[in-house]
């Protein structure tokens, strides 16, 4: 019986599959063997004439817009310097075939369309935006979006300066807001809430309003938060509704892993399983913004922002007529995720630890044969790490017969590869039928869906800075994402209570200094402790990994959680892990993956692990802090709250910040 055993299995990281070949078979040349070409590679021979000989196959296969190499042995005996074969093999394929990070040209609109300028360069993705109803408008903005993206990565140390300190500001007509919003996505939502309590507000918004880059998902009991507060009716909710899944599926491509390092497909039937109709959602938080004496600029862009004592006065130009607009207000929430010049203000290098660069589109035309439309896919791969990066799929089906489509990856902040949406959507045109059999010609493009959803690695409540005197971030401009499914929308909605209380409690007594406000923040230890999961699946910028590596690390957890009961899963992923949950998982997989830990310092490094362990101690303090609290903090405070709140605000304002760390009420 002859024997075959893989020997090397390696990333190419080209799309041209041909060009990899033609250089196996023309001109590699090995230091042993003879060369017989095959119609995917070719077969190495040994020369001496000693039988039964042994044999290499090598041979080559794309998928993802990128190739992979395998070896195998055929005979019972290692091939005459193999190993040596196969290092010459690896350093000549990765100097002839290196991977590089493209960035997007530099274009001129001046002359010619964002189609006729991308067209030689991304020509699938040019294809098919053409195809959507506002593909120009929307392909101009992804453009703008790397772009604007790309320059603060590469230049955190002097980030455009767009907040100014004052002695005192030119007084302006018109009304003092109580807060001004810029950022009309998330912002809508938190500035509904804050308006109907009373408050003057103010947003500002850039695109259109109600027009986004994204679908919103979440969970019933998620919701249930809004309407909690008071911004929605359980039947408003009940209208917002796109569509509700049966189950949502957890699949890691495993066909590379050993046996020990495969999974079964991980259920969470109440994880994201409900698609909301956004732009309707949208349109009613600005009604009820409205009602409750709101106003809303659109096409507006944020210029700048002038602060003193009393107030931040804002300058902003209506797009569409490029007039120039002044707006004043006691406080300025910054709600412009990573698009934002003042979050890169106030943090520079620290701004952001990681980014998932996210594209994708809304979709009709796929049949029930493809995809039955009562499920989601909440996370898959079907490949391995691509040039770099480790491709992950989202599906969620809407309203009627549209899909949400998202392919992303989790990706270290590096100036030298700051991530492309571009590039990424050529990926996603490219490989769509692989994912998910389809004719793309013959699919109902409605709208792109993209973005940069960033995380920040937080070690401890204030290592980054999402306030400054009159100013607070929210949302992703304050790195506030889940860093499992990434869902902004989601994060703020489970933290909307704690951000809205302590927000009202600052404005009430005027407690709009830096340090107030800094307390502010939807800061949890146990979604802190779970950015070393994000961190490995992340390739590190001008490191070669095993192909199979990232794959076989979501494997090994995702395993584990598949093999729990269904509540271990759902609390995990919807950031509520608790000490001993996290820490059980934690050993488990150790046990399952003993390599897990030297595969995390392989792609973290040593730096990040060990910050890591001071987050898993402040994990451990939080816990026992929590355990020792809940039974009498929040009941104390309640009582002490007539007297406390009255004569010492700022210490009011800290102990209820403390009460919901403390205490987990979020």
Request: hydrophobic content about 40%; some cysteine.
């Amino acid at each position: 019986m002859i024997q075959l055993r893989e020997i090397l299995y390696i990333e190419v990281p080209t799309p041209d599959s041909d060009a990899v070949r033609m250089w196996l078979q023309q001109t590699w040349q090995p230091i042993t063997g003879a060369k017989i070409t095959t119609p995917e590679g070719l077969r190495l021979t040994e020369s001496s004439n000693i039988t039964p000989k042994t044999e290499l196959s090598l041979f080559i296969w794309s998928v993802q817009r990128t190739t992979y190499l395998k070896i195998f042995r055929c005979g019972e005996k290692a091939f005459p310097q193999e190993s040596a074969l196969t290092k010459q093999l690896i350093t000549e394929i990765r100097s002839k075939f290196p991977i590089n990070y493209p960035a997007p040209p530099e274009i001129d609109l001046s002359g010619q369309s964002i189609f006729e300028a991308l067209a030689p360069h991304y020509p699938q993705t040019v294809h098919f935006f053409q195809k959507m109803p506002q593909g120009e408008y929307d392909l101009q903005r992804v453009y703008w979006w790397e772009k604007r993206w790309r320059d603060s990565v590469r230049i955190p140390q002097a980030p455009k300066q767009v907040i100014f300190e004052n002695e005192s500001t030119r007084e302006i007509e018109g009304k003092l807001y109580d807060l001004i919003y810029i950022g009309g996505a998330l912002g809508t939502v938190h500035a509904a809430v804050m308006a109907r309590l009373g408050y003057r507000v103010l947003l500002i918004e850039r695109l259109p309003f109600g027009r986004m880059n994204r679908e919103w998902n979440i969970s019933r009991s998620e919701f249930q938060r809004l309407i909690e507060l008071g911004l929605f009716t359980a039947e408003e909710f009940e209208s917002l509704i796109a569509r509700e899944y049966q189950d949502g599926f957890n699949k890691f491509f495993d066909g590379n892993n050993p046996p020990h390092l495969k999974a079964a497909v991980l259920h969470t039937p109440t994880v994201l399983n409900i698609a909301l109709d956004s732009a309707k959602l949208l349109q009613l938080c600005g009604e009820k913004l409205r009602q409750a004496g709101g106003e809303i600029w659109d096409e507006t862009e944020f210029i700048r922002a002038d602060l003193d004592s009393q107030k931040i006065s804002l300058q902003v130009i209506h797009l569409p007529t490029q007039t120039a607009k002044q707006a004043q207000g006691r406080l300025l929430i910054d709600a412009m995720g990573t698009a934002s010049p003042i979050a890169w203000q106030l943090n520079g290098s620290n701004t952001f630890d990681s980014v998932c660069p996210t594209v994708g589109a809304v979709i009709e035309g796929i049949g029930e044969d493809i995809w039955d439309k009562k499920y989601g896919d909440v996370l898959n791969s079907h490949g391995d790490i691509s040039r770099g990066r480790q491709l992950i799929w989202e599906l969620f089906p809407g309203a009627g017969d549209e899909l949400t489509f998202y392919l992303f990856h989790y990706h270290q902040v590096h100036p030298d590869n700051p991530g492309s949406l571009l590039e990424m959507y050529e990926d996603f045109f490219s490989i769509l039928p692989e994912y998910r059999r389809c004719d793309l010609e013959k699919l109902t493009w409605k709208k792109p869906t993209f973005g940069y959803i960033p995380g920040h690695f937080s070690t401890n409540q204030s290592d980054r800075r999402v306030a400054f005197d009159r100013l607070l971030a929210i949302g992703d401009a304050a790195s506030l994402q889940s860093p499992l499914v990434f869902t902004g929308f989601g994060s703020l909605v489970r933290n909307l209570g704690r951000l809205t209380d302590l927000l009202d409690t600052a404005l009430k007594h005027d407690l709009l200094k830096g340090e107030n406000l800094n307390q502010i923040r939807a800061y949890q230890s146990n979604i802190a402790v779970t950015w070393l999961f994000s961190k490995g699946m992340m390739v590190p910028t001008g490191k070669i990994l095993p192909p199979e590596r990232v794959n076989a690390m979501l494997n090994t957890f995702f395993g584990l959680l598949a093999d729990s009961p269904p509540n271990v899963a759902e609390t995990f992923i919807k950031d509520k892990t608790t000490w001993p949950m996290f820490s059980r998982l934690a050993l488990k997989a150790a046990r399952k993956n003993p390599a897990l830990l030297l595969w995390i310092w392989e792609m973290a490094g040593t730096l990040d692990l060990l910050r890591w362990l001071g987050v898993y101690l402040e994990f451990t303090v939080d816990s026992l802090q929590k355990l020792f609290l809940r039974p009498w903090y929040g009941q104390w405070l309640k009582k002490s709250q007539p007297w406390l709140e009255k004569r010492y605000p700022a210490l009011w304002l800290k102990l209820l910040s403390l009460r919901y760390r403390g205490t987990g009420s979020v």
